[in-house]
């Protein structure tokens, strides 16, 4: 069955850089685009962009531009997001996801805390 | 941007009742609206996806209508295991959620 694995949690400093690992199983890995998106409690669900896993070619929210980086490894199956000059703000759970849309399979999520 | 309205945010409601939920896009989006469920402490999972489409393996309780700007997630006979916040979310134009609705069993 499709299956995307994530990292685990994440705490992180302000300032300091975080990289998340989304691991896919179950169906080939080239044939669907990867999609990132937030959850927080205060602003819900924010679409963060995706990547063509078989090109790497990357589509991001506005929002997220210069704060998230979209890559994948292709002998691994592995899509991963970098987060970049980490604030509270970016305290969150991040989600990977399977197609752009409908996104029809999710990772169980990671969390990333920033704090000094 | 598109925002993406839903009402009510709480609802609470009866094992049995037909629920209502509903999405209502600050601009035309053309149908292309999804609907996903998240329990307590899961990922989200895909419901309905273009508006009427039902995701393989979803009870056929669930079902979706609307066009233009409003859009409708319905629960034809709500089940306990139905507990959980349901998001709409656009990909006409960009790609962006609503804030949820939570559903209660009363």
């Known amino acids: 069955q499709v299956q995307l694995q994530q990292s685990g949690a994440e705490l992180a400093k302000p300032g300091s850089s975080v990289k998340i690992s989304c691991k896919a199983s179950g169906y080939t890995f080239t044939s669907y685009y990867i999609s990132w998106i937030k959850q927080t409690t205060g602003q819900g669900l924010e679409y963060i962009g995706y990547i063509n896993t078989g090109s790497g070619g990357t589509n991001y929210n506005e929002k997220f531009k210069g704060k998230a980086t979209l890559t994948v490894d292709k002998s691994s199956s592995t899509a991963f997001m970098q987060l970049s000059s980490l604030t509270p703000d970016d305290s969150a759970v991040y989600y990977c996801a399977r197609k752009v849309p409908p996104m029809d399979a999710w990772g169980q999520g990671a969390s990333v805390t920033v704090s000094s | 941007d598109i925002q993406m309205t839903q009402s009510p945010s709480v609802l609470s409601a009866s094992v049995g009742d037909r629920v209502t939920l509903n999405c209502k896009a600050s601009?035309?989006?053309?149908?292309?609206l999804n609907w996903y469920q998240q329990k307590l402490g899961e990922a989200p999972k895909l419901l309905i996806y273009n508006t009427n489409n039902l995701q393989t393996g979803i009870p056929s309780r669930f079902s979706g209508s609307g066009s233009g700007t409003d859009y409708t997630l319905t629960i034809s006979s709500l089940q306990p295991e139905d507990v959980a916040t349901y998001f709409c979310?656009?990909?006409?134009?960009?790609?962006?959620f609503g804030s949820g609705t939570k559903l209660e069993i009363k």
């Open positions: 601009q035309n989006i053309n149908k292309y």
């Open positions: 979310f656009q990909h006409n134009s960009w790609l962006t």
